[in-house]
Antibody, heavy 115, light 108 residues
């Protein structure tokens, strides 16, 4: 079955970076892009960006530009997102989802930023 | 503030029909999709491209759009439909994608 499996929870210090992985299975990885979404505690969903797994081009929300990078490794069908210069406001669950329609979701990765 | 506006909370009696709305200028030009999220779970796509249901989504869920408003209608709401619902589309510039603030649906 189609599945997205994300890496485990992370605890980070302010000012550091975090890299979350999202491994796809059950479909041809390069046929569908990957979207990243986050959800702060008790808050709504926030769209972060999308990456084409075929061509590598990206589209990201303006608020993250400059400290947010999305990449893919087609040899392992894995997408990655890296967020740098972390602050406590980046404490959230980070989700990957399949393509623009987000029809399949990963289980989420909790990232906690605390000194 | 979000460029897609949703009512924070809506309630519906069991078995009745409820409409959850999403307002935004971008909806005049772009389709909305809708996601259901239950506590502790990842979101679930229930409607895409305005009025299409993914496989496995009950037909009591439907979508529509008029002017700057997209709507998700649940006809004959069930207890299992109690959840947060988010609309999703492009922002007013059309360059990026955004979510609405979400609507908490309570089934009475």
């Amino acid at each position: 079955q189609v599945q997205l499996v994300q890496s485990g929870a992370e605890v980070k210090k302010p000012g550091s970076s975090v890299k979350v992985s999202c491994k796809a299975s059950g479909y041809t990885f390069t046929s569908r892009g990957i979207t990243w979404v986050r959800q702060a505690p008790g808050q709504g969903l926030e769209w972060m960006g999308w990456i084409s797994t075929n061509k590598g081009n990206t589209d990201s929300a303006q608020k993250f530009q400059g400290r947010f990078t999305m990449t893919t490794d087609t040899s392992t069908s894995t997408a990655y997102m890296e967020l740098r210069s972390l602050t406590s406001d980046d404490t959230a669950i980070y989700f990957c989802a399949r393509d623009i329609d987000m029809d399949v979701w990963g289980q989420g990765t909790t990232v906690t930023v605390s000194s | 503030s979000s460029e897609l506006t949703q009512d924070p909370a809506v309630s519906v009696a069991l078995g009745h029909t409820v409409r959850i709305t999403c307002q935004g200028d971008s909806l005049r030009n772009y389709y909305a999709s809708w996601y259901q999220q239950k506590p502790g779970q990842a979101p679930l796509l229930v409607i895409y491209a305005e009025n299409n249901r993914p496989s496995g989504i009950p037909d009591r869920f439907s979508g529509s759009s008029s002017g700057n408003t997209a709507s998700l209608t649940i006809t004959g709401a069930q207890a299992d439909d109690e959840a947060d619902y988010y609309c999703h589309s492009r922002d007013s510039s059309g360059n990026h994608r955004i979510f609405g603030g979400g609507t908490k649906l309570t089934v009475l």
